[in-house]
C-alpha cells in the first residue's frame, strides 16, 4: 500500500513537472571548469557545477571561470555568508604594507597588491607567499631569480657590490652592517637604505707640485707618490669623513717635516731617505684612518730656475776641476815614464840606438824623398846612427 501511494505520488509529480517547465521555470547549462553562482534577491542560494539545470525566473545565475581569478559580481562579504561558497574557495587578504607573490602549479605567474582575492579549489593548485614590504631583509623564500621579473621590478631595489670592494651599510642613517661582495635585494618602502663603498684594491695617490723651504731657505718643488689599502672599512668610511683627503694632507705635512730640517745639500744626499721618513712617521696616524701603506716614493725634486743654473755652474766647475787633476796625473805619470826610460838608456847604449831608430823609422814614414848634399862625411854620421860604437 505504501508502494502504491509512493508511485502515485511520482506519477503526479511527473505529470506536474512539463506544466510547470513550460510555463515558469529555465534551462541552464554549466560547462566544465566553471562553476554556477545562483542568486536570489542578490543573495547566494546555491553552486552549480558543470551540468544542466533548471531555475526559477526569479533565480539568476553567474558564471564563473575555475582557471582565473574570481571577480565577485556583488559585494564579496554577501558570498562569503554561505557555506558551501568558503568551501569551494581559497581567500586571500593582502594587508596596505604586504604584497603576495601568487604562484600556479608551482610557477610564478603575478603578484597581488593589498586587497581581497578568490581562488576556486580543486583545478589548479595555488600557492602565496606573503612579502611585508616593511621589512629590511628579503627573508621569505623568494627566488632571487623572480627579483628581475617585470611584475616584481616596481617593489624591489638592488645594491651590487663588487668583487674588489666591500661597502658599509646604513639604515635610515645609523651604521647597520659590513657587507662582502654581491647583490642585495631589497624592498622599497619608506626605510632608507644606503651603501658607501671602498675599494679594496691597492691605490695610489699624487702629492704633486709642493712647494717647500729647506733648512738653508732654498724653494723647491717635489712630486711625490703613494701606494696603499684599505684595511678596516670602517675607519675608513664610519669614523672618518673623506679618509683619502686627510691621508692627502698626512703624507703632506710628513713630506714637508723631513724636507724642512734638511739643507738643499743633505736633502740631495738623502733623497732615498724621505720614503721611508715618511712612512715611519705617519704610520700610527694612517692606521687611525683604516688605512696602510704600500710604498711611496719621490717622482722629481724641480728647483728653481736661478739656484738650478747655480748648481749647473758648480757642476761644471767640479768636473773641471776634476779633468785638470786627471790630466795632471797622466802628465805626472807620463814624466815619471820619460825618466825611467832615460835612465834605462844611459844605462844602455843599444837601448839608446834602438829608441834612435824608433824615432827615425817614425819620421821615415813620413818622408816621400830624401836629398843628399854635402861631403862625404854624410854617409859617416848615417853609420853612426844606425851601428853602435863598439867601444
Do not use: C, H
Request: hydrophobic share 45%; charged share 30%; proline share 2%.
Amino acid at each position: 500500500m505504501i508502494t502504491i501511494n509512493i508511485n502515485q505520488e511520482s506519477a503526479e509529480i511527473k505529470f506536474a513537472l512539463p506544466k510547470i517547465k513550460n510555463k515558469k521555470m529555465k534551462r541552464v547549462k554549466i560547462n566544465a571548469w566553471k562553476k554556477g553562482l545562483v542568486f536570489k534577491n542578490d543573495n547566494l542560494i546555491k553552486l552549480l557545477n558543470e551540468g544542466v539545470y533548471w531555475l526559477w525566473p526569479s533565480e539568476v545565475v553567474f558564471e564563473s571561470d575555475m582557471t582565473k581569478r574570481f571577480d565577485a559580481p556583488v559585494n564579496l562579504n554577501i558570498l562569503l555568508k554561505n557555506e558551501d561558497f568558503v568551501n569551494a574557495t581559497s581567500i586571500v587578504e593582502v594587508k596596505n604594507n604586504e604584497i603576495v607573490l601568487q604562484y600556479e602549479n608551482n610557477l610564478f605567474v603575478g603578484v597581488l597588491t593589498p586587497g581581497r582575492y578568490i581562488f576556486w579549489k580543486g583545478l589548479i593548485d595555488y600557492k602565496f607567499i606573503v612579502a611585508d614590504l616593511n621589512a629590511i631583509e628579503m627573508d621569505v623564500g623568494i627566488d632571487r631569480s623572480l627579483f628581475s621579473r617585470k611584475e616584481l621590478l616596481p617593489y624591489v631595489r638592488t645594491f651590487a657590490v663588487e668583487p674588489f670592494e666591500k661597502a658599509v651599510m646604513y639604515v635610515d642613517g645609523k651604521f647597520n652592517k659590513i657587507v662582502e661582495a654581491g647583490t642585495y635585494y631589497f624592498w622599497k618602502n619608506s626605510t632608507s637604505i644606503v651603501f658607501s663603498k671602498a675599494d679594496l684594491r691597492t691605490m695610489q695617490m699624487e702629492i704633486a707640485g709642493q712647494e717647500i723651504l729647506t733648512k738653508d731657505k732654498a724653494a723647491l718643488r717635489i712630486n711625490f707618490y703613494l701606494q696603499y689599502n684599505i684595511k678596516d672599512i670602517v675607519k675608513a668610511i664610519v669614523n672618518n669623513k673623506e679618509y683619502d683627503k686627510q691621508l692627502y694632507v698626512l703624507m703632506q705635512l710628513a713630506l714637508r717635516e723631513f724636507v724642512g730640517a734638511l739643507t738643499l745639500d743633505e736633502l740631495l744626499e738623502k733623497k732615498e731617505n724621505i720614503s721611508t721618513y715618511v712612512m715611519e712617521s705617519a704610520a700610527e696616524k694612517v692606521e687611525a684612518l683604516g688605512v696602510v701603506l704600500k710604498g711611496s716614493g719621490i717622482r722629481d725634486i724641480i728647483l728653481p730656475g736661478d739656484v738650478k743654473e747655480i748648481m749647473n755652474q758648480v757642476l761644471v766647475a767640479e768636473k773641471k776641476a776634476q779633468a785638470n787633476t786627471i790630466m795632471r796625473r797622466e802628465e805626472t805619470a807620463s814624466t815619471r815614464s820619460l825618466l825611467n826610460t832615460a835612465k834605462l838608456m844611459e844605462d844602455n847604449a843599444m837601448l839608446f840606438k834602438l829608441k834612435e831608430m824608433e824615432y827615425v823609422e817614425k819620421i821615415a814614414e813620413k818622408i816621400n824623398n830624401i836629398s843628399l848634399s854635402g861631403g862625404s862625411d854624410l854617409v859617416g854620421q848615417l853609420k853612426q846612427i844606425f851601428v853602435p860604437d863598439k867601444k
